[in-house]
C-alpha cells in the first residue's frame, strides 16, 4: 500500500500493532506489555510459540472438556441407540440369548464415541476461536500478510484501559518492535 | 497486498538431498518453506510439470473406466463380476481390505508419530493424510458397489423408516459401517484442520484475487492469534489421540469381518493384530511409491529427504515382520489344531489351485522386502521405490489369498468352487486405482502437499538463521 494513513484519516482504531521478527521477541514483548498491565491484546505469529497465549494472560483453554463431553454423548448415544434397536424396536430372539447382548454393542458403541468427539474438537475450537471470520481489523495492516509467513505481531488492542494511541505506539516501539501501525477498525 | 520473494518459489537449479541424517535442507528460513510449498500450488498452468499433465490425464482415463465399470454394473447387477456360491467375496472384498490398509498408514504417520513426537513425520504427514483420505474413499466403494442393489446402500445406517426395519448391530458387517464411516470423517476432520493455517498462508501468498478468495474461504479467515494457535494445538493433540486407537479399531473391526465367522482360514485370534500391522505394511509402501516421484518432479528432494525415506523403510521391515509372524502363526495353528478343515484349508492354500497366489505372497511380502535389512538397500531410492510397489501388489495378494483360498474349498467337495475375475473386476478396480491417483494429482496441484507451518516449526527448531528484515513499509 503505498498511501500512508496518517491518524486523523483513520475513523476508528482497532488497536496499536507492532511487528517483531523472532518468535522469542515476540513472546518477550507479550510478557512486558502484560507486565506493564495490558491486557486487551493478542500476539499473532505464523506457527504456535509455547508460552506465547501464556504470556498474553489466555489461561482456559476448553477445548479438552468440550471433547471430553462430546465422547461421553457419543458413547452414550451409540450405546443407547444399539439398545433401542435390539431390545425395543427390532428385537431378535437368537437361541434364547438375552437381547441385551453388550460384548456386541462395544464396536459400534466406541466408533461413536470417537465420531463425536473428534467432530466436537473441530466445532469447539472453531467456535471458541470465533472463526470463520472472513473479516478482523488486523488484515487492515499491509504487513499482516506475513502473519502467515514469517513474521510476528502484537496487537494491544483500543478496548484496553490503559489504551493511549501515541503512548501504546511508542511503548511497542520500546519493546523492539521493527515497525509499529495504527489498526484501523 | 505485499509480494513475497518470488524468485524462492521455483528453485532454477537440481536442489539435492541432505542425506539421511537430516530432515530439512540447509539454509531455510519460515518464508522459504512457505514460499517453496505454496511454489508448487502457485506453479504457472504452463509451467506445470510435463509428467503431472500425463499421470494426470491417465489418471482422469482410468476414472473414467471407473464410471462405465460402475454404471455396466448398476445396469446388469454383480453377475458381471466372477463372484458365485461359494466365492460370494471376491475383488470387492479384497480391494476394500486392500485400500483401506493403504489409508492406516496416514493416520499412523500423522497421529501416532504425532503423539510418539517423531520428528521426520512432520514433512509427509499432510500427504499421507490425503492418502488415508483417498484410500478410504476408493475403500468405502467396493462394500456398496458389492451390495447388489448400491441404491439402497443407506439402509445400512440405522434411521426410522415406514419398513420398521432396523440393521443388526451384532454383525461386524454393521460394526463396519460404523468404523470405515467414522474413519473417513474423522481422516476429513483431521486433515483440514491441519490445513486451516497453511491455507491461510496461501491466501497471504497469492497474487490473484481470486485465488486469495478461494484460499481465504477455505482458510475460514484464520489470523494466526497465539489464543487461537492454542485452541488449536489442544484441538489437534486431542483429534490425534483419537485418531491412534480408532485406526487400530478400524482395522480390528475390519478383520472381524473375517474372524467372527466359523469359516477355517478366516476362524483365527490372530487375525485383529496381523491385519493391523498389515494394514501399516502396505501403507508405508504406498507412501513411499507416491512421495519418491513427488519429490522429484516438484524438487522437493530438501524438504522430503533420505531420512524420511529411511525411515518408512524401516516401518515397513518391522511390520512386515509382523506380518511374516501372522503367517507363520496361521499355518502352525491350522497343523496345531488337529482341526481336519483346517489343515486342508492350509495345505490346499499352498499347494492347492491358487498356490502360485500364495508362493507370490510370501515372495513379496516376506522374501523380498528383507532387502531392507541393508543400508545400502535402504539407500538407493529406485530399490525402495520397486521393493514399496512389489509390497502393494503382496498386500493386495494376501487379501486375495485370505478372502479367495479360504472360500473355494467349502466343508462339502460338491460345494467346491473356482472364483476367476472378469474384465468387469479388472476394470473396477483399475478404476479405483486411477481415481485414487486422479485424486494425488489434484491434490498436489491445489493444497499445499507439505504441512507448511510444522516445517516452520522444525525450521525453528534447528535454529536456521532468520532472513534479513524485509522492508514492510506501512
New interface residues.
Partial sequence: ?SH?LTLSEIPAIHGAMG?F???EALRAA?QRAYAEGYRRM????????AG??E??G?RK?K??LA?LIG?ICGASGGYG??CW??II??P?N?GGRPLH?WP??I??T???M??L???T??V???A??G??????P??N???????????FFLCIESTDPKFETEDTLAFLRDLGA??V?VVPA | ??T?EVEEREPKELIPDPGPSSILGPGH???SV?QRIAGVVFLPWKRTPKKWMVGAFIAFCFVNLLMLAMGYLFLRGIGIWGVNIPIGWGFAIINFVWWIGIGHAGTLISAVFFLLKQDWRTSINRFSEAMTLFAVACAGMFPILHLGRPWLAYWLF?YPNSM???????S?L??DV??VS?YG??SL??W??GLI?DL??L???ANKLWIQRFY??LS????????????????YL??AG??T??VL?VHT?VS?DFAISILPGWHTTIFPPYFVAGAIYSGFAMVLTLIIPLRAWYNLRDLITLRHIEAAAKVMLGTGLIVAYGYSMEAFFSWYSGDKYESFMYWNRMTGPYGFTYALLILCNIALPQALWSRRVRHNIVLVWILSIIINIGMWLERFVIVVTSLHRDFLPSSWGIYIPTKWDWATYAGTLGFFMFLIFLFVRWLPSISI??V??VV?HEEVS??P??E?K?
Avoid at chain 1, 42 to 49: G, S
Avoid at chain 1, 141 to 151: G, L, M, T, Y
Avoid at chain 2, 221 to 228: L, N, T
Fill in positions: 500500500m500512508e511487528e521478527e523472532t518468535p507479550c493478542d500476539a499473532y505469529a505464523p506457527m504456535p510459540v506465547l497465549a504470556a498474553i489466555f483453554n477445548v479438552a471433547v465422547g441407540l444399539l434397536i435390539t424396536a427390532y431378535h437368537v447382548s456386541a454393542y464396536p459400534i466406541f466408533e461413536c470417537i465420531l468427539a473428534a467432530l474438537a473441530l469447539s475450537m472453531l471458541m476461536n472463526l470463520p471470520k472472513p473479516y478482523h488486523v488484515f495492516v499491509p504487513a499482516f500478510d506475513r502473519a502467515s509467513i514469517d513474521k521493527t515497525e501501525s | 497486498m505485499q513475497p528460513t519460515y518464508n512457505t440405522p420398521w426395519l432396523w440393521p443388526q448391530p451384532r461386524p454393521e460394526w460404523f468404523a467414522t470423517t474423522v476432520v483431521f483440514y484442520v493455517p491461510a498462508s491466501r497471504d501468498s481465504g474461504i475460514l479467515g484464520w489470523r494466526g492469534s497465539a489464543i487461537h494457535w492454542h485452541r488449536y494445538q489442544k484441538a486431542l483429534l483419537l485418531s486407537p480408532l479399531s473391526i472381524f507451518f510444522e516452520r516449526e525453528h532468520m532472513e528484515a524485509v514492510g506501512i
